[in-house]
């Protein structure tokens, strides 16, 4: 089992920065790729950004050159450096980890409660 908990969240005015937290704990050796996704009220909930356990980072295109994805695999914890903040990111954010169980082998996808982020003047 993989346990995720998120922190960082919280409001920040347009134009501004905030960097959210992952930590993973539990069974955290199985993990492979990371990520964050979103979802506003009333929206459907899409991938954020995702990096995997060899550090190959991914991102939807509204957030291309203002979100950085980044992973400390010594601590199980991944980053999202959030800048360049506008209305439209807010939304709460959901870390997810995936991870290769064993007996037999599977794929599980792990996902954190959320942190609010409120992007408003």
């Known amino acids: 089992q993989v346990q995720l908990v998120e922190s960082g969240g919280g409001l920040v005015q347009p134009g501004g920065s905030l960097r959210l937290s992952c930590a993973a704990s539990g069974s955290t050796f199985s993990i492979t790729t990371m990520g964050w996704s979103r979802q506003a009220p009333g929206k459907q909930r899409e991938l954020v950004a995702a990096?995997?356990?060899?550090?190959?980072?991914n991102y939807t295109d509204s957030v291309k050159g203002r979100f950085t994805i980044s992973r400390d695999s010594a601590k199980d914890t991944v980053f999202l450096q959030m800048n360049s903040l506008k209305p439209e990111d807010t939304a709460v954010y959901y870390c997810?980890?995936?991870?290769?169980?064993?007996?037999?082998?599977?794929?599980?996808?792990?996902w954190g409660k959320g942190t609010l982020v409120t992007v408003s003047s």
């Open positions: 997810s980890a995936e991870s290769i169980v064993p007996h037999p082998d599977y794929t599980m996808t792990y």
């Open positions: 990096i995997t356990d060899g550090g190959s980072t």
